[in-house]
Structures are given as structure tokens and as C-alpha cells.
């Protein structure tokens, strides 16, 4: 029982280290600004059902899934660091004018599926982390409690994202607009770090 406890707390720390729900926070408040709470929510909700959805496939499947299409760690690390250097960028630039449409737009799956569940929720680093856990044991329990910890991380998120508005109306827009720069910038930096990693691995590879 100990061991499986030790198990779940490295599982939770590994993947709250990269989906930490207060650092997403700001993220969903610039990708969902000017619609209202109801449209917010149906976003919320598909995102993190979205995310739990293909981790969980990727822990049941990932190698198969890997193997059946030639796909590397190397270039899933690179591809999924450009999508989140894109994302980042994009918020340090403010670009909003496609959100702000959804009043009159629907736009909601757009926004769910990318880029909050993919790459901000289940991106390249939550599946390899997931994948990895995976590779290392070979217990049905330990493949378990890596699907049980992910949902409560998905939970957190969406608990977090429904939370966002009261949050920022007590901090303030310009706090918000603040820590969301800040985090566009921490969302690019991640996302070249992924890029030069999946460089390294490729010529670890090729060496």
C-alpha cells in the first residue's frame, strides 16, 4: 500500500509540475476574454474532457500508438514545443480578435480541443510524463492510479477555470492582463526548451 501511495504522490507531482492549475488560470482567462460565464463553462468542461480523453489513451496505447506511425519522442517534443511557443507568443502579442468573436460566433470546440487541451492540458509534456510512468512499471494497479491522478489534475483544472473570473474580479483586470503576459512568455520559453530537448534527442539518436 506504501508503495503504491509513493507511487500516486511522484505521479501527481510530475504532472501537477506541468498542468499546475494556477498557472493555467490566466491562460483561460485571455484565450476565452469577452465570452460569457455559460459559453466559458461549456469551454471549461470539453477542454478537460478532451485532455483526460487522450492522456488516458495515450497510457493504455501510447507505444502502440508511437510504433504504428513512426512517431518519435524527439519529433512529438518538437512539433508539441512549436505549438506551445505559438500559443505563448501569441498571448505576449495579445491577439485576441478570434476569442472576442465568440458573442456572436461559435467558436467553443476551436478553443477546447486547441489550444487548451491540446497543447496547454494534454500537451507533449503531459503524455510523455504520462508515457513514461507507464514505461516504468509494468502493474495494472500503478496504470490505475496513473488515470485516477490525471483526472484529479483535470478536475483541479476545471475547478480552477470556473474559479477564474471571481479570481481576477478580486485581483483586477490589469493584475490579470499582467500575469497573463507573463505567462505568454513562460508558455514560450517552455516551448522552446521542448524544441531544443527534442534537438538533443534527436542527435543523441543519430549518434
Do not use: H, W
Not at 68 to 87: D, E
Not at 99 to 127: C, F, H, M, Q
Amino acid at each position: 500500500m506504501n508503495e503504491v501511495f509513493t507511487f500516486a504522490l511522484s505521479v501527481f507531482t510530475g504532472f501537477f509540475a506541468i498542468m499546475n492549475p494556477i498557472s493555467n488560470m490566466p491562460i483561460f482567462l485571455s484565450l476565452t476574454d469577452g465570452a460569457d460565464k455559460e459559453t466559458k463553462q461549456r469551454i471549461n468542461l470539453k477542454a478537460v474532457l478532451i485532455a483526460f480523453i487522450i492522456v488516458t489513451v495515450f497510457v493504455l496505447l501510447g507505444n502502440y500508438i508511437f510504433d504504428l506511425f513512426g512517431i518519435t519522442i524527439p519529433a512529438f517534443k518538437i512539433t508539441g514545443g512549436i505549438l506551445i511557443f505559438f500559443v505563448g507568443f501569441q498571448m505576449l502579442q495579445s491577439k485576441k480578435s478570434n476569442i472576442k468573436r465568440l458573442k456572436t460566433v461559435n467558436y467553443d470546440e476551436n478553443i477546447a480541443i486547441s489550444p487548451l487541451a491540446i497543447p496547454i492540458l494534454a500537451g507533449p509534456g503531459t503524455i510523455v510524463t504520462a508515457t513514461n510512468f507507464v514505461a516504468n512499471t509494468t502493474s495494472y494497479v500503478n496504470i490505475a492510479v496513473i488515470i485516477v491522478v490525471f483526472a484529479l489534475m483535470c478536475l483541479l483544472n476545471y475547478i480552477a477555470f470556473s474559479l477564474s473570473d471571481v479570481i481576477a474580479k478580486k485581483i483586477g483586470d490589469n493584475v490579470i492582463s499582467v500575469i497573463g503576459k507573463l505567462m505568454g512568455l513562460i508558455i514560450a520559453i517552455i516551448g522552446t526548451s521542448m524544441v531544443i530537448s527534442g534537438l538533443k534527442l534527436s542527435f543523441n539518436i543519430l549518434n
